[in-house]
């Protein structure tokens, strides 16, 4: 079946770093990725998301890259700040399919 | 503000004493959905919803029932409750799935004696 997998389960950068999370994904037919932010006590909370017809895509200090040919997916958090602890999941689906599948999420972890 | 909320947040039952979990929605959206989380298994979905009286199975539905008599609700029943029911239940809405986000409840979490 479709699968979605984090590369690392764990992630630790210093304040002020840039975070890189990665993400594969298994079905060459996935055509909408979202990223989503969970925090402890809290649901995954929507932080951007991609279609298959763009590479790249920018928000407020986050990037989501898209590569096709691999199934890979990265998200890149600038300038890291202590707010950004959390668990961070990808999710990828495609047109017509009746549910997200999600990876098992990254923790991101931030030293002072 | 938009939000999808849950009831209740907390919950510790017994085996087989009917629980309904409830989720509602104030977005308007068409779908629904109901995902469980567990250490290692990620999140699983159970049950979904297209629209009104239109529901169907996800990945792991054996031991849940939902309906969706009301676009804004989509309950999630455990007639029969068991331990391996122990888990951190999450909502979900979208106006669509191909290409909109979903936006998840703040979750629910039963323990199951």
């Known amino acids: 079946g479709e699968s979605v997998g984090l590369h690392l389960p764990t992630l630790s950068v210093q304040e002020g770093d840039n975070s890189i999370i990665n993400c594969a994904y298994s079905?060459?037919?996935?055509?909408?990725f979202i990223w989503y932010k969970q925090e402890s006590g809290k649901g995954p909370q929507f932080i951007i998301d991609?279609?298959?017809?763009?590479d790249k895509r920018q928000g407020q200090r986050v990037t989501v890259l898209l590569n096709k040919t691999v199934k890979h997916l990265s998200l890149q958090i600038a300038a890291t700040q202590p707010g950004d602890s959390a668990v961070y999941f990808c999710?990828?689906?495609?047109?017509?399919?009746?549910?997200?599948?999600f990876g098992q999420g990254t923790r991101l972890t931030i030293n002072p | 503000e938009a939000q999808v909320t849950q009831n209740p947040r907390y919950l510790i039952t017994v085996t087989g004493k009917k629980l309904t979990v409830t989720c509602s929605q104030n977005?308007?959206?068409?779908?629904m959905s109901w995902y469980r989380q567990d250490p290692g298994l990620g999140l699983r979905q159970i049950y979904y919803?297209?629209?009104?009286?239109?529901?169907d199975k996800g990945d792991v539905p054996e031991g849940y029932k939902v309906s969706r008599k009301e676009k804004r609700n989509f309950p999630l029943i455990l007639e029969s409750p068991s331990p391996n029911q122990t888990s951190l239940y999450f909502c979900?809405?979208?106006?669509?799935?191909?290409?909109?986000?979903?936006?998840f409840g703040d979750g629910t979490r039963l323990s199951i004696l």
């Open positions: 079905n060459s037919a996935s055509d909408y």
């Open positions: 991609i279609r298959s017809n763009m």
């Open positions: 919803s297209m629209n009104v009286e239109v529901t």
């Open positions: 979900v809405s979208s106006q669509g799935l191909g290409n909109q986000p979903q936006h």
């Open positions: 977005m308007n959206h068409e779908y």
């Open positions: 999710a990828a689906t495609n047109t017509g399919a009746q549910k997200l599948v």
